[in-house]
């Protein structure tokens, strides 16, 4: 969850009743995490993947980052 976003405590709370879940919280970031802080919101992927042996290839990188910055880009022009 974005560190702003309502859903922190209630994904901490989730978190919590199950062993398996994890939950984190993304800097600069609201409820819309990787529309607001797509570099946190890789980290935090990121993160959780390399802790349980995977990685991120660098291909779907660009191309997440891609569409996330086309998304940002989209909203920005929205709210205008």
Same mark, same amino acid.
């Given at each position: 969850? *974005?560190?702003e976003s309502w859903m922190v405590e209630p994904?901490?709370?989730m978190a919590r009743l199950n062993p398996q879940a994890r939950s984190g919280t993304v800097p600069h970031a609201g409820h819309l995490v990787p529309l607001d802080n797509p570099?946190?919101?890789l980290a935090a992927v990121r993160g959780?993947?390399?802790?349980?042996?995977?990685?991120l290839a660098p291909r779907v990188r660009r191309e997440v980052r891609n569409?996330?910055?086309? *998304?940002?880009?989209?909203?920005?022009a929205r709210s205008r």
């Open positions: 969850a *974005g560190e994904s901490q709370r570099t946190g919101f959780f993947l390399e802790a349980r042996g995977g990685t569409k996330l910055e086309t *998304g940002r880009k989209q909203l920005a």
